[in-house]
């Protein structure tokens, strides 16, 4: 990749960073949009009885396909970082990606056994040519500027979890206070939305991402033979970056009970119903953190405008035309729920927490990683880790006392207190893992070395439906308490585990911080 391409990419900046990293920012937000708002309502309408519309699995059943799903979404990233490496180039893998993605969402808007299984063969094979190319176009990017990586990740991360935000806050209410289908094809309109606005604004990344050429592909090997690193340094590295992926493992597969365990709690076991005080509060909070967050979104979209809207005005409009209909969709979803006599929180409302404290504190950890106070890799694991246990024990305290039959609904604060915690800990891992990644292994294997972190996330993922679905099984036989437990002592022992072994892990990493 020639330099001249970086320093075009380097070009103009926004908020400290390139203003292509926001191109990126923008298209992730609608990918996740669609990733997470499918999610929210995934599990509770196949779980949903035949007279609420739903298709009354079990939940065992439903978190068993929950599982298989999101294990395979970070299964194929291994296929679709080999496919651009050799033949797409990044960029066209992401647009084809995207596209797959649309038809998947449409596709299971028909609510029939053979369209769901259609949409979610899409949505897996779209997301394994988007998810490690976009990372990839990061990696690349910044290669001359690895002091920026952590940074980069962290700001292309919060990205991530304003598109989580919106997609399950809009697409969970829509489909259970409306309808599932429009829930689900909500979802597929925004994700097509993502896809025109980075076609149509990709040259500001340079050459950056383009097709592989036979000039191109000796570049690449020119440029592993200057990196000058020993055939055993690159060997220890990779080590890192497997040690990296297995406890990356353990992490996902507690976390991931968001969309499945946890849900059931909120639904089960939480007092939603409010009245009187409680309900004015709650619609006045709502409208806060629907608004506010959506503000800072609307204010990076015009920084990015007053950089890029000459060059790119296309790909500016059809960015326009959507946060329009989002902000139409979200003052109507305001007013429909201040006109409503009842206020009961939506089981899936406490998912966009995670996403909303991430927004909030990931400028803030972008702010570490970059300051004197900077923890290795290794630490910045070991705490993710212990964060996530913490917050699981949040629930296991809360629980005290609820079984399979039980008819006790919990305070809220117990499933915002693990969210809270589980999203520190989120922001010492997911973005770090991937600046890692992009850091330790050689520039010519960065899509396949992304595919394979991402494989040992979908390990996690399964684990998380198989584990969540024994949910009612250990409530029946021991607690439910005993059951969030088990997600409070592993993870903890995992970090703790992973702050012994670092000092193994920075000779292994050789001097790359």
């Known amino acids: 990749m020639s330099q001249n391409s970086k320093d075009e990419f380097f070009e103009n900046n926004v ?51 929950y599982g298989t799903y999101t294990m395979s979404v970070y299964f194929t990233p291994v296929i679709g970082g080999f496919l651009a490496d050799k033949y797409l180039g990044y960029r066209w893998a992401v647009i084809l990606g ?63 979890n304003a598109g989580a935000f919106l997609g399950i806050m809009l697409c969970g209410y829509i489909g259970e206070k409306i309808s599932w289908s429009w829930g689900f094809g909500l979802a597929g309109i925004f994700m097509f939305f993502g896809m025109l606005q980075f076609y149509f604004t990709q040259n500001i990344f340079g050459n950056i991402g383009l097709k592989p050429t036979a000039v191109s592909k000796q570049e690449s090997k020119d440029k592993a033979a200057k990196e000058n690193v020993t055939p055993s340094v690159i060997r220890d590295r990779i080590i890192a970056v497997i040690i990296f992926s297995i406890f990356t493992v353990f992490f996902w ?66 960015l326009s035309l959507s946060f329009l209909i989002i902000w139409g969709i979200v003052l109507w979803k305001v007013g429909r729920e201040y006109n409503s006599t009842e206020t009961e929180v939506p089981a899936t409302w406490f998912g966009i927490l995670n996403s909303l404290f991430i927004v909030v504190f990931a400028p803030v950890f972008s702010k570490w990683w970059e300051s004197k106070y900077n923890l290795s890799g290794p630490m910045k694991f070991g705490l993710g880790l212990t964060l996530l246990g913490l917050g699981f024990g949040f629930l296991a305290y ?12 919990v305070s809220m604060f117990w499933l915002i207190a693990a969210y809270l915690f589980h999203t520190l800990g989120e922001l010492c891992i997911s973005p770090v893992g991937l600046s890692y990644v992009s850091k330790l292994v050689p520039a010519s294997w960065i899509g396949i070395m992304f595919g394979v972190y991402y494989l040992f996330i979908g390990m996690g993922n399964k684990l998380a439906g198989s584990m969540g679905g024994m949910i009612e099984t250990i409530t029946t036989q021991y607690s439910l308490t005993t059951f969030f437990l088990i997600f409070t002592i592993v993870p903890i022992g995992a970090g703790l585990l992973m702050v012994m072994l670092s000092p193994l892990m920075k000779k292994l990493m050789h001097g790359v911080k």
């Not at 028909?110 to 040519?129: D, R």
């Not at 953190?289 to 959506?294: A, E």
């Open 253 to 318: 597969a507690a976390f991931e009970q968001a969309g499945g365990s946890m849900t059931i709690f909120a639904e089960k076991f939480t007092q939603r119903e409010l009245f009187g005080n409680s309900a004015s509060i709650f619609k006045i909070a709502d409208t806060l953190l629907t608004i506010i967050p959506l503000l800072i979104i609307t204010y990076v979209l015009i920084k990015l405008f007053s950089k890029t809207f000459k060059k790119y005005s296309i790909g500016n409009v059809i």
């Open 98 to 160: 995207a596209l797959a993605m649309t038809l998947g969402h449409a596709s299971m808007a028909f609510e029939t056994p053979l369209f769901l299984y259609i949409g979610i063969g899409c949505l897996i094979i779209g997301n394994g040519l988007f998810k490690p190319n976009m990372t990839s176009i990061i990696s690349n990017a910044y290669e001359s500027h690895p002091e920026k990586k952590d940074g980069a990740f962290s700001l292309y991360y919060m990205g991530v």
């Open 15 to 65: 908020l400290g960073h390139p203003a292509g990293l926001f191109v990126l920012f923008f298209t992730e937000m609608w990918e996740r949009f669609s990733y997470y708002g499918m999610r929210a309502l995934l599990v509770l309408f196949l779980t949903t009885s035949l007279i609420k519309g739903g298709w009354a699995w079990s939940v065992e059943d439903a978190l068993g396909l």
């Open 398 to 409: 809360g629980s005290m006392g609820i079984d399979t039959n039980s008819v006790v609904r």
